[in-house]
């Protein structure tokens, strides 16, 4: 289980937001840190097939990011995402169910297994647009979980949670960390503190560390801000 | 199992490591449950989230030209020219909808991705479309006396312009952002429909003409969705 990016390099014009990245990811939980403008959501929209590298390759085991295969296994979830202003949860949930290729039968179950899991059961026929913060993160998460995904993609996922929901998501995603290769992109540093110990920090586009934060000295908010300066 | 002999097989064999369970899980993901890619499964489960406006559109097209049976009025004609723009900004409107409402990046990250719900209802809408367009030419040509096929024609040349003309307001960041503004788009080119009809006095072109027109506009119109679904949005965050 290894996802293998290389030399990546994503120009918009004559911008460069991605400049020539390369690394590699195995199981467990990998914390992408860096400040708004890193280039961070431009790397991982690259990682889910949304754009296309101006150069370098996404392989995981062999497969494209390109293929079917790949997003079969990919689960993603952006910083914003909108839904259909019509849509209760659980429609929402049946919606992607449909995307991801499952028959009716085995979508109405795992939407409510998934509903059961995020504890938004209660909450199932009310429109998405009533939902708090913290619930539509939730529904969010369902969502990656859809298809069982190998590798999950998480940009900014405590974005507006309060404390107590925050480490509830911590919690989820250290355990799906378990069982699957966890991107968690933030700028946060404590979210990723205590579920991540390998590190890629990004500056204007480039890595500038990456290892494990926990073989240095000191917390990693201090590491952190020391390779910043 | 004897507890002995379980023993003695994992010491004569091995257990299995990390990666051979990786590649067992993944075989067997392969060949039981991996979905099946099917572009018609996909225009079945799309045809659902399509909102039922878009089908009660069609049907008062359908109406306005069953005017023309009652009233022998060629206004008929010019009137649903004239609806053909809204036709087509509303169809337009549908089939952005991943875009408008934040859901592309979601959807792109799917097995069928955003650009197979983009055809998918593109193919929803276009059959849609063209089975309401035909059925209306049929009507206004047969009662009026005309061709079919002018009649046609006549209705797909502002569809197909208001079209054209949505797709680049859409590839611009103010399009993207204001997916109402293809209603602006259309209200402009009904707008230009009926300045056209003052033109008909002095010159008509002719059915061949007319034909080449619409042929360039729908290369066009192909050429435009390729270009659209190619745009990638800028992201700096």
């Not at chain 1, 503190?193 to 990456?210: L, N, P, T, V, Y």
């Not at chain 2, 197909?160 to 103010?174: G, N, P, Q, W, Y």
């Amino acid at each position: 289980m290894e996802l293998n990016v290389d030399g990546l390099i994503k120009e918009y014009g004559n911008k460069t937001a991605v400049k020539g990245i390369s690394f590699k990811l195995g199981k467990g939980v990998t914390g992408l840190l860096g400040a708004n403008g890193a280039g961070k959501t431009t790397l991982i929209r690259m990682m889910c097939g949304i754009l296309t590298p101006t150069s370098g390759s996404i392989v995981y085991d062999g497969i494209s990011v390109k293929s079917e295969e790949y997003r079969n296994v990919l689960g993603y979830l952006p910083q914003d995402f909108g839904y259909y202003p019509e849509f209760t949860g659980r429609e929402f949930l049946m919606y992607f169910c449909a995307l991801k290729g499952l028959e009716k039968k085995a979508a109405k179950a795992r939407t409510e297994e998934l509903l059961r899991i995020v504890g938004l059961e209660d909450m199932a026929s009310v429109k998405v647009k009533k939902y708090s913060g913290g619930m539509k993160q939730r529904l969010g998460i369902a969502q990656v979980m859809i298809n069982r995904p190998e590798i999950l993609i998480l940009d900014e996922p405590t974005a507006g949670l309060d404390p107590k929901e925050r480490v509830r998501f911590r919690n989820l995603i250290e355990e799906l960390g378990k069982e699957a290769i966890v991107l968690l992109s933030t700028h946060i540093v404590s979210d990723i503190e205590h579920i991540a110990d390998h590190i890629i920090m990004m500056k204007s586009g480039q890595i500038i560390w990456e290892g494990n934060w926990k073989e240095e000295d000191g917390s990693l908010e201090d590491f952190y801000l020391s390779e910043f300066e | 199992m004897d507890k002995e002999i379980s023993k003695l097989m994992r010491a004569y064999s091995g257990s299995p490591d990390a990666a051979k369970k990786d590649r067992f899980i993944r075989k067997v993901r392969a060949e039981g449950s991996k979905p099946e890619v099917c572009y018609l499964s996909m225009l079945k489960s799309q045809m659902g989230y399509i909102r039922p406006y878009i089908w009660i559109l069609s049907l008062a097209v359908i109406a306005i030209s069953a005017l023309r049976l009652k009233v022998s009025e060629e206004n008929v004609s010019l009137v649903l020219s004239c609806v053909m723009p809204f036709f087509a900004g509303f169809g337009f409107i549908e089939s952005f909808r991943a875009r408008a409402y934040g859901m592309y990046d979601l959807e792109m990250s799917t097995l069928y991705s955003a650009k197979g719900t983009f055809y998918a209802k593109l193919t929803l809408i276009g059959i849609l479309h063209l089975l309401t367009v035909t059925v209306s030419s049929v009507i206004v040509g047969v009662s009026g006396g005309g061709s079919i096929l002018m009649e046609g024609v006549s209705l797909c040349i502002p569809y197909l312009i208001t079209s054209i003309l949505c797709m680049e307001t859409e590839r611009t960041s103010f399009g993207r952002d204001n997916s109402w503004s293809s209603l602006g788009v259309a209200l402009l080119v009904a707008i230009l429909r009926i300045l056209a009809e003052n033109f008909k006095q002095t010159f008509v072109p002719g059915p061949a003409v007319l034909c080449i027109i619409l042929a360039a506009l729908a290369v066009i119109q192909a050429l435009e969705i390729r270009k659209t679904v190619r745009t990638e949005e800028y992201a700096w965050n």
